[in-house]
């Protein structure tokens, strides 16, 4: 298996992949030309959503110059056979959203034990990039979350990679939420426990490889890369 951790594949309002540091040119011997795609949604139950960003998603491959046979999304509403449309899958698209919510999705269809015999190449795309890790970062996102006690921090994941990211990096670098500074009062903290890479839209890693400029956050401190 290949894994593809992104940021954010597509360029916004313009339609095509983001040809940034030679992803699509990479990307290309990695996603089979005419063959199946299993795009596993972030939120099972939001349909008319997911189907309008696996539409956006499609829209990008084919500007870009791609071909599928089937592109088939996987949420709530066919959930009971997500291993049989994965396993008949040459590429796995695991979605962007909320990452505790599509968590507990990927719990629920047991995808980690579906991938475990999965062949092909996996694409993440900011949630479904940080849900690939062994163990996830789960950044607040919502309002509350960062004052919540309660919210966890660090899950179990996909255990695809061991690489923690924080996608967005460029966009969320100056944001505040909950009265905290994302990056100085929640990331730094955090990265004195583990190892995390802020992955700007444009940059990925293929397998452990990076391309594109990242920043490590590490013991309370940042790196560029």
């Not at 594949?9 to 089979?32: C, D, M, Q, T, Y």
């Not at 449309?85 to 796995?92: K, L, V, W, Y």
């Not at 919540?148 to 505040?176: Q, W, Y």
């Not at 400029?213 to 309370?220: I, R």
Request: net charge negative.
């Amino acid at each position: 298996m290949v894994t593809i951790l992104t940021s954010s594949p597509g360029l916004e309002l313009h339609g095509g992949l983001n040809p940034a540091n030679n992803f699509i040119e990479n990307l290309r011997p990695l996603v089979k030309d005419g063959g199946n795609v299993a795009y596993v949604a972030s939120e099972p139950d939001m349909p008319d959503l997911t189907d309008e960003y696996a539409a956006t998603l499609l829209d990008d491959f084919r500007c870009s110059g791609f071909d599928f046979a089937r592109f088939t999304v996987v949420d709530g509403r066919n959930a009971e056979n997500a291993a049989e449309i994965i396993a008949d899958s040459d590429f796995t698209v695991l979605a962007g959203g909320h990452v505790p919510t599509q968590n507990r999705f990927f719990r629920k269809i047991g995808l980690k034990e579906i991938l475990n015999t999965f062949n092909g190449t996996v694409m993440g795309i900011s949630a479904g990039t940080m849900n690939s890790a062994s163990t996830v970062y789960c950044a607040p996102e919502l309002e509350g979350e960062a004052l919540d006690s309660r919210f966890e921090r660090f899950i179990s994941g996909l255990a695809l990679t061991d690489i923690m990211v924080f996608p967005h990096f460029n966009l969320i670098c100056g944001e505040k939420l909950d009265g905290f500074h994302i990056i100085r009062d929640i990331v730094l903290p955090d990265s004195k426990k583990r190892k995390i890479y802020g992955l700007p839209d444009g940059s990925y890693f293929i397998n452990d490889r990076l391309y594109g400029p990242a920043y490590l956050f590490s013991d309370g401190t940042i790196t560029a890369l």
